[in-house]
């Protein structure tokens, strides 16, 4: 009889601390409350890291916001700058609690993960998002974002192209943080050798610049470009440069469009003149061509300078300009990538993320912005914060040119093109088509498969 | 004294329910109950948010008309087709060498073989990538014994790409079958070999008319596992090819990952139905496999 006691007590016993188990993880869940203020304020002192690690993501206290972002050396800089900014001019009690996330997919996960389980509570008050897949996360999960629309921004300061990833059928959701503006890096040192000047390689047609190119890996044994043939990027920069886009009117727009089977047949011919490499993944670009010195030519988003910069033994010896186009005579102008600051369903003080906002990233502050620029390279859209001293210095790994202040400039030409959805799985089945090309495939037969499966992972005809 | 209201074989089954339903409750809650609901899911379709029904089997209709699923379901079973006979052999014969008494360092060559299985799988995919990159180690060997001219893309062209995925696979799960044989062969009598020895059968007779049809179980279990694995293989195509290039090396699983959390897809509904397919993929030929082995009259 006493065993039985025993063992009962000690089910009791069990089922108690199980229930009470449960019981205090659901409260912390829900509420979110005491405790974070006081852990909010000190990851914040802590730095960004430590903050991580907490499960709450949203602070009862009116002055504190928290915000997802994926790079430390990049965009997290830039909101710290921003919040100091806001902490000296407007709130003297803010304090932005800034929650690293190692990948930018990660957002996109949060964001799916709550919207699917109809839970918006897990979300931070503002998140980093990638703006190509922006207007895809609004079809979906149009209540898990908060418009930006009653801001008072002056938005025309912007380059336009990069408002239209975050402004969806006219209402504005984004502040834009980073600039996309593609940047085309020479090697100033290895042209020469080939007997050309950077002069030569700009406002070039790309048949110009193959003979150009062909040149270069004669003489230096260098590519004079390289991409990632998995997520070739290169369609979408040449196709923007000429004004056009993979879509037209919501729909695939590839095997009927001449300018875009122009870039295809010309990215195949650069591939077969080894003035082209296409890697096979992303790390395989980075590290070996670029990293590794395997290429005198860089283009892509100016995001793409911290990676350049990496072979410190290069230093002076880059130098950036515009794209080539299909017909030359002109310089063409692009932009790749981004990302901007959304405010999500969750934020239960949208006056002051909102305010937060607008009067930083949103207002060109150039507080904000000249810290984000020096401490991690984040170059603005924004006009009138272009102008600033900061932007106009010399950069002496690319040979003293003051490329902020170029890229910026070149920003402001970039020309809008329609957007899609369906941005990323266009690009990865027009990248399958080129890799079958330069093997030897059909480019129209290519280009009418890439379409046929881009029209059925769409679901239209 | 007083009659209980409970007889012996009453409370032992009370307490026999008791025992069970517990664990029971929780196989259900946690893994039939979201398979039921995967099942249902798979016939939905829109946004994850907004889930609506489906015209009847419509995500089923959609995957069969699917090229790139249909490809992913032709990469998996050549990785099966070609893998899984190769890796068995292989692991078959190397466990009859390694059981052979009078090898020296017996212990130490098993571990060596056994030890590929205890990498991550992410990690060993790593280094076979690395091994096998353009500039890589493989690349340069060749190159300095003469045989290759020019660096070749191992990964970035379709045909060495699943090689080396084969490849890798053999080197990884090899030693892992062979250490299920090796343990079947212990439960082989000695004498019965000595037997054959007396009546004159040479090696190769003893392997195939003893070893092999005594070790049958074992060789049932091994291809129904082995087959289960490559069916659902995920970390290779990731890691090592991620699925490229132009998806010549993307399995069924790394497809279905695609369509619910690559690239912002989100696409829940029509991955469960593809999950299903494969579902019912490997309980159809695991259920042939039983039956083709099943040696009772």
Partial sequence: MKRKIVSVVLAATMTMTMLAGCGSSASTGSSAAGSEAAGGAASEAAGSEAAATTADVTSEDEHTLSVYA???????????????????????????????????SDVENAITLAASSGDYTTLPDIVLFQDHYFHKYVTDYPDAWQSAGDVDVNWDDFSQEKLS????????????????????????????????????????????????????YETTGKYLLSMDGDGNDLVYMMLQAEGASQFKDGAPYIADNETLKRVVETINKLVQDKVLYLANDWSDYTDQTIVNDMVAGVMNGNWIIPTIEQVADNSGKWEITSLPTLDGGKEGYASNGGSSL??????????????????????????????????????????????????????????????????????????????SDFHYSCRSYIAAAIINITNGADVDSELKNAEDQLKFEMGVE | MKKKGLTVTGKQRIAGWTFLTPASLLIFILSFYPMFQALMMSMKTGSSANMKWAPLLFNYKRMFADKLFMRSVGNTFLYLIIQVPIMLILAILLAQILNNKDIKFRGLFRTMVFLPCATSLVSYALIFKSLFATQGLMNSILMNLGIIKENINFLGTPGTAKAIIIIALLWRW???????????????????????????????????????????????????????????????????????????????????????FGQGTANFGYASAMSFFVFILVAVLAFINLKVGDTRD
């Fill in chain 2, 174 to 260: 090899t030693g892992y079958n062979m250490v299920f044989y090796l343990a079947g062969l212990q439960n082989i009598e000695y004498q019965v070999y000595e037997a054959a020895k007396i009546d004159g059968a040479n090696g190769w007779q003893t392997f195939w008319k003893i070893t092999v049809p005594l070790l049958k179980p074992t060789i049932i279990m091994t291809f129904i596992m082995s087959i289960n694995g490559t069916l659902q293989l995920f970390d290779e195509s990731v890691n090592l090819t991620s699925g490229g290039p132009a998806n010549s090396t993307i399995t069924m699983s790394h497809y279905i990952y695609n369509n619910s």
């Fill in chain 1, 70 to 104: 994926w790079d430390k050396n990049f965009n997290i800089p830039a909101l710290e700058a921003a919040a100091a900014d806001y902490k000296a001019n407007v709130d003297p009690d803010f304090n932005l609690n800034i929650i690293e996330q190692s990948q930018s």
């Fill in chain 1, 342 to 419: 959304y405010i999500t369903a969750n934020c239960q003080k949208a006056d002051l993320a909102k305010d937060f906002l607008a009067k930083t990233f949103g207002a060109g502050s150039t507080a904000t912005y000249d810290a984000a620029l020096q401490n991690g390279g984040v170059i603005t859209t924004s006009t009138s914060a272009g102008k600033s001293e900061v932007y106009n210095e010399g950069v002496e790994y690319f040979n003293n040119q003051p490329i902020y202040a170029k890229i910026v400039e070149m920003g402001a030409n970039v020309p809008v093109v329609e957007q």
């Fill in chain 1, 165 to 216: 990833y975050s402004t969806v059928d006219g209402t504005h959701y984004g502040f834009p943080v980073d600039n996309g503006t593609v940047i085309f890096a020479y090697r100033t040192d290895l042209l020469e050798q080939a007997g050309y000047t950077i002069d030569d390689v700009t406002g070039i047609s790309w048949d110009e610049f193959d003979e150009i190119g062909k040149k270069v």
